[in-house]
């Protein structure tokens, strides 16, 4: 009897035990069905925020880009915006910036085109402008040494990858959104228009300094009473007195270099070759991308032989004097990937690419009026490349662009004069690198606040703000 006891006991604790494993099971079992339903919806939120960011950058059948050309007549946005067009030109002709920054903004408040239209014909306004001011500049002499104020070696190094820089940034413009283009160019602007500025206070006081010694050289010979002549800061080899070409023409004839005028040409025509090539084929495929691919060979061949030249010595940066023969791999692969990144910025943006060459090759030492010459003269194939390739996406009205093309020739003969004698008259050639600082930070401005207020509008209306398919893009 007590042996059955002891046996129900030990039956009972199994039974017990069982029955605890059992709840202590079901227990867990719903804790992690519990946790796994909360990770799902938990994953399922994550999931949908991730669908919802997708389908705000691209939706392949969707399109936020409209034409808005308005009609060609006389009346005051016609009045008010060639005014702002003009000053425009001869400002950024001056600088070297091209004045894109400007034409943009104007075109699109002023006239009423859209964004993207007004890209296109803003690089037809800095097309008229640098041919403009390159004319006036290939009967001018380098302000302290015996060349063309144009320095070829210069803008061969820079050109073909300007080229290149331009055909892919046309083609993000047609696939980024205003808002993405927008951010960029506040942060752009902002800091290559500071480091302009400071680039100019430095050349500043160099020229103060400069006009003190003349005039104490004045006080010496007992001429204290005289007007302090002009003299261009040192530039040349060995720290010679420099020249004073300040006031100085030649014929154009002898101040082009024909071999790297050239090498220019056969970029800029291989690159019209293409585009026009490209125009025939169907949007995306072999063959247009076969075509495009080929423009690479021919700009960075180009700018490789250029830098290797460089390199070995065998050409010069000649507008830095002695400093402009020695040349490490690393300066140089830089100096071309800026020109590319301002050739895409510029594209992209309807700019002419100044607004980073004018401040890099202030960097690089090259005295301002050269800068701004050089410039200018890269911008002239880079931007008629341009303009070639929004014509043929139909991305502007002829009439309007002639116009405004005229306007900003004109504009930038007249700037490039007045300027030249004020540097005479002042005897400060900072004066380009202030109006260079002065374009960028007001197309900062301007550009910025035309992009910010176009993106409210989109949000407000709950309009499409990602990126275009290119492949599905008609003119």
Same mark, same amino acid.
Request: aromatic share 12%; with cysteine; charged share 15%.
């Given at each position: 009897?007590?042996? $059955?006891?002891?046996?129900?006991?030990?039956?009972?604790?199994?039974?017990?035990?069982?029955?605890?494993?059992?709840?202590?099971?079901?227990?867990?079992?719903?804790?992690?069905?519990?946790?796994?339903?909360?990770?799902?919806?938990?994953?399922?939120?994550?999931?949908?925020?991730?669908?919802?960011?997708?389908?705000?950058?691209?939706? *392949?059948?969707?399109?936020?880009?409209?034409?808005?050309?308005?009609?060609?007549?006389?009346?005051? =946005?016609?009045?008010?915006?060639?005014?702002? @067009?003009?000053?425009?030109?001869? $400002?950024?002709?001056?600088?070297?910036? +091209? +004045?894109?920054g400007i034409f943009v903004p104007m075109l699109s408040l002023i006239i009423g085109f859209d964004a993207k239209s007004s890209t296109a014909i803003s690089k037809c306004m800095i097309m008229g402008g640098a041919i403009s001011a390159v004319y006036?500049?290939?009967?001018?002499?380098?302000?302290?040494?015996? &060349?063309?104020?144009? !320095?070829? !070696?210069?803008?061969?190094?820079? =050109?073909? &990858?300007? &080229?290149? @820089?331009?055909?892919?940034?046309?083609?993000?413009?047609?696939?980024?959104?205003?808002?993405?283009?927008?951010?960029?160019?506040?942060?752009? $602007?902002?800091?290559?228009?500071?480091?302009?500025?400071?680039?100019?206070?430095?050349?500043?006081?160099?020229?103060?300094?400069?006009?003190?010694?003349?005039?104490?050289?004045?006080?010496?010979?007992?001429?204290?009473?005289?007007?302090?002549?002009?003299?261009?800061?040192? *530039?040349?080899?060995?720290?010679?007195?420099?020249? !004073?070409?300040?006031?100085?023409?030649?014929?154009?004839?002898?101040?082009?270099?024909?071999?790297?005028?050239?090498?220019?040409?056969?970029?800029?025509?291989?690159?019209?070759?293409?585009?026009?090539?490209?125009?025939?084929?169907?949007?995306? *495929?072999?063959?247009?991308?076969?075509?495009?691919?080929?423009?690479?060979?021919?700009?960075?061949?180009?700018?490789?032989?250029?830098?290797? *030249?460089?390199?070995?010595?065998?050409?010069?940066?000649?507008?830095?004097?002695?400093?402009?023969?020695?040349?490490?791999?690393?300066?140089?692969?830089?100096?071309?990937?800026?020109?590319?990144?301002?050739?895409?910025? @510029?594209?992209?943006?309807?700019?002419?690419?100044?607004?980073?060459?004018?401040?890099?090759?202030?960097e690089l030492g090259i005295p301002p009026q050269v800068s701004s010459a050089t410039a200018t003269f890269a911008m002239t194939f880079s931007s008629s490349m341009s303009v070639v390739e929004y014509y043929l996406l139909k991305r502007f009205p002829?009439?309007?662009?002639?116009?405004?093309?005229?306007?900003?020739?004109?504009?930038?003969?007249?700037? =490039?004069?007045?300027?030249?004698?004020?540097?005479?008259?002042?005897?400060?050639?900072?004066?380009?690198?202030?109006?260079?600082?002065?374009?960028?930070?007001?197309?900062?401005?301007?550009?910025?606040?035309?992009?910010?207020?176009?993106?409210?509008?989109?949000?407000?209306?709950?309009?499409? &703000?990602?990126?275009?398919?290119?492949?599905?893009?008609?003119?």
């Amino acid at each position: 009897m007590e042996q $059955f006891g002891v046996k129900r006991r030990v039956l009972r604790s199994i039974l017990l035990d069982f029955l605890n494993f059992a709840l202590a099971f079901m227990l867990v079992s719903a804790e992690r069905s519990l946790k796994h339903g909360e990770s799902a919806r938990e994953s399922e939120t994550n999931n949908n925020y991730f669908l919802k960011a997708i389908n705000f950058l691209w939706q *392949s059948d969707q399109s936020g880009y409209n034409h808005v050309w308005p009609e060609m007549e006389f009346n005051w =946005q016609i009045v008010v915006g060639s005014i702002i @067009g003009f000053f425009g030109a001869a $400002f950024g002709g001056v600088g070297g910036v +091209g +004045g894109g920054g400007i034409f943009v903004p104007m075109l699109s408040l002023i006239i009423g085109f859209d964004a993207k239209s007004s890209t296109a014909i803003s690089k037809c306004m800095i097309m008229g402008g640098a041919i403009s001011a390159v004319y006036f500049n290939l009967k001018l002499r380098h302000p302290t040494l015996d &060349m063309p104020i144009i !320095d070829y !070696d210069l803008a061969l190094l820079i =050109q073909p &990858m300007l &080229m290149l @820089g331009i055909s892919i940034g046309v083609a993000f413009n047609v696939i980024f959104a205003d808002w993405m283009v927008t951010v960029l160019l506040i942060i752009l $602007f902002i800091v290559t228009s500071t480091k302009a500025f400071f680039k100019g206070v430095e050349t500043w006081k160099k020229e103060t300094l400069v006009k003190k010694e003349a005039a104490r050289c004045l006080a010496s010979n007992d001429s204290g009473d005289e007007d302090v002549e002009y003299k261009p800061l040192p *530039s040349g080899p060995n720290g010679d007195p420099p020249q !004073d070409n300040t006031d100085k023409e030649v014929p154009v004839w002898e101040n082009i270099c024909w071999k790297e005028l050239g090498l220019l040409c056969f970029v800029w025509v291989a690159f019209l070759v293409l585009q026009i090539a490209k125009n025939h084929t169907a949007t995306c *495929s072999a063959a247009y991308w076969v075509l495009n691919l080929l423009q690479i060979p021919v700009s960075v061949g180009v700018s490789l032989y250029e830098a290797v *030249s460089l390199y070995k010595g065998r050409r010069v940066i000649a507008s830095k004097g002695d400093q402009g023969t020695n040349w490490r791999v690393l300066q140089l692969v830089t100096y071309c990937a800026f020109g590319g990144l301002a050739g895409i910025v @510029g594209g992209l943006l309807g700019l002419g690419g100044g607004f980073i060459m004018g401040p890099l090759f202030l960097e690089l030492g090259i005295p301002p009026q050269v800068s701004s010459a050089t410039a200018t003269f890269a911008m002239t194939f880079s931007s008629s490349m341009s303009v070639v390739e929004y014509y043929l996406l139909k991305r502007f009205p002829v009439p309007y662009a002639l116009y405004f093309t005229a306007v900003a020739a004109i504009a930038a003969l007249i700037g =490039q004069y007045i300027v030249r004698r004020l540097i005479i008259v002042f005897g400060r050639a900072s004066l380009i690198i202030f109006i260079l600082a002065f374009t960028i930070f007001v197309s900062a401005i301007s550009l910025g606040g035309v992009g910010i207020a176009n993106m409210i509008v989109k949000i407000e209306h709950k309009e499409y &703000m990602g990126f275009e398919n290119l492949c599905k893009y008609e003119g």
